[in-house]
């Protein structure tokens, strides 16, 4: 799937320019000449990347960058006739990605634009990954496999026992008290006596702690529930 590109730029020629070597280069772009207009579709579209002029009519390159900011996170280039570092200062302030002075180089904004988007997506394949699995003192959870080793070997655990597992280790010394923990797991409507967490958690216990009457993951606060202490 091609990365999409929105630029954001009054000088019709820069940007007839730009969007040609970008489509050259496999990107699909659409242009903006207004900023107000610009921040609109910056903000209710979804693009992979924005290249924003810091002079617009209607509203500047630093206003657009502020409030693309305040609601995404994607990565934004500004180019500008400006050289002063101040203006480069206060455009990285406001959150771009990067701060490139005209006139440049086409090929240098393409390279600049693909190195911030591969870097762009290993983070975020980073967060995907890191949001996917747990790891805490030799627990490992893996939420999509929905599969969980306990010094590198595997327990097997039921549907509930793994939701409670969890959302208890995804929450780190937080104390969730029981009745949060069967709305959690079991639903408001659910069906059921509430003891049954207890129970669950007895047996979450017997499989993942070395010594389950003296439990160093799942902790029981005494009058309030329990916790996965780290």
Request: glycine share 6%; charged share 35%.
């Amino acid at each position: 799937m091609k990365n999409s590109i929105l630029i954001i730029e009054d000088e019709r020629s820069i940007a007839e320019l730009e969007r040609d070597y970008f489509e050259i280069n496999g990107f699909m772009v659409e242009i903006e000449q207004n900023g107000t207009k610009g921040m609109k579709r910056a903000l209710a579209e979804e693009y992979d990347l924005i290249i924003l002029d810091l002079m617009l009519p209607g509203i500047d390159g630093f206003e657009i960058c502020k409030q693309i900011r305040n609601k995404k996170d994607i990565p934004v280039l500004m180019v500008s006739a400006k050289k002063e570092e101040f203006d480069k200062i206060k455009g990285l302030g406001f959150g771009a990605d990067d701060y490139i002075t005209k006139p440049f180089s086409p090929s240098e904004l393409v390279a600049r634009v693909k190195a911030h988007l591969s870097r762009y997506e290993r983070l975020m394949g980073k967060r995907e990954q890191q949001n996917e699995e747990i790891k805490i003192r030799g627990i490992s959870i893996d939420k999509s496999a929905r599969r969980v080793y306990v010094n590198n070997k595997e327990v097997i655990l039921t549907t509930k026992e793994f939701e409670l597992l969890t959302l208890l280790a995804s929450n780190p010394n937080r104390v969730f008290s029981k009745e949060e923990l069967f709305e959690r797991i079991w639903g408001i409507d659910s069906i059921g006596d509430i003891s049954t967490v207890s129970v669950h958690i007895r047996k979450t216990r017997e499989k993942i702690e070395l010594d389950p009457s003296n439990p160093q993951y799942i902790e029981t606060i005494w009058g309030a529930g329990y916790r996965f202490s780290v």
